[in-house]
């Protein structure tokens, strides 16, 4: 069974955090991305986390606490193009949502995220409501979606259980079957 933990980002995962979002590219982030990420990884707002597969870094998110506005934004959630559809995604999702209503000082009732069209319908099936969309809103020129999840209208509980059910996903994926080893996670649509 494959080993999952979420973590803490530390300073070694500079490395594995910029080969994730590489992996991404072009279709997940516009030009110009990978130095705003540097300059997170250099300069985090806020607790960053990193998702392991067996003790390699496959996915990276975090968030910052904007006081005055009573939520939390989350930055940067992306995983490994080798995983997707292998709920990573989720999993740090609900790892992020989990720590906000736990840990975020001061406490927040609300989390939002922009995002691409594409990584929208994501976020919405998660519980997020979409709340604008800013043609162009990307120095890119890519559309920006903005969407919010309430912590208000969810328990710990329900988090605490979605976020088990990523989880679990996880690990079904990522178990060898008898059919063929998983050593090597096979790409979203492959068995």
């Known amino acids: 069974m494959s080993r999952i933990p979420t973590r803490h980002y530390e300073e070694k995962d500079r490395a594995a955090v910029l080969s994730i ?6 279709e997940y982030f516009g030009a110009g991305d ?8 250099d300069e985090p707002d806020g607790p960053a986390f990193v998702v392991d597969v067996d003790g390699v870094p496959a996915a990276f998110g975090g968030y910052e606490i904007w006081e005055h506005y009573n939520k939390a934004l989350l930055f940067w959630g992306m995983a490994a193009r080798a995983y997707h559809g292998a709920g990573l995604g989720k999993l740090l999702l609900f790892e992020r949502l989990l720590h906000v209503a ?12 922009d995002t691409s069209p594409e990584v929208s319908p994501f976020f919405q099936h998660c519980g997020f409501e979409l709340t604008s969309v800013w043609a162009g809103g ?26 088990d059910a990523a989880l679990a996903r996880c690990r079904t994926f990522l178990t060898p079957t008898v059919a063929g080893d998983r050593s090597q996670p096979p790409m979203v649509g492959q068995p």
């Open 34 to 41: 990978r130095e705003w990420l540097e300059e997170t990884l």
């Open 138 to 163: 990307y120095r890119s020129g890519m559309d920006m979606h903005e969407l919010r999840f309430d912590l208000a209208g969810i328990s710990l509980a329900e988090l605490e259980a979605r976020r």
């Open 102 to 113: 736990t840990s975020a000082e001061p406490a927040t009732r609300y989390v939002t995220v």
């Open 21 to 26: 979002f590489d992996s991404n590219l072009p």
